[in-house]
């Protein structure tokens, strides 16, 4: 599924942010802090492909096995899957 852009952008600034508790999401228009989770789960059904620069930082930086997927999406999973 094709997410907007200031999803997939509130879900990189997290990322680069080291990712704290909450993150800063825009909803129609206006701040929202969400919890790490919640935008976790959202990003999940993203289909989206991160730029390959980005997708490898973030599996170097949190030690993430290499999926055959480069997207939004499968990021959150290795992520979600690595908090249990």
Do not use: I
Request: hydrophobic letters at 35%.
């Amino acid at each position: 599924m094709h997410y907007s852009g200031h999803l997939r952008e509130a879900f990189c600034d997290w990322l680069d942010e080291d990712c704290p508790p909450a993150a800063s999401v825009e909803v129609n228009y206006k701040p929202q802090r969400w919890p790490s989770e919640q935008l976790l789960r959202k990003m999940l059904a993203c289909s989206d492909v991160m730029p390959r620069a980005d997708y490898e930082e973030v599996v170097g930086w949190f030690g993430l096995d290499r999926s055959r997927r480069q997207t939004y999406g499968s990021v959150a999973r290795a992520l979600l899957d690595q908090q249990r």
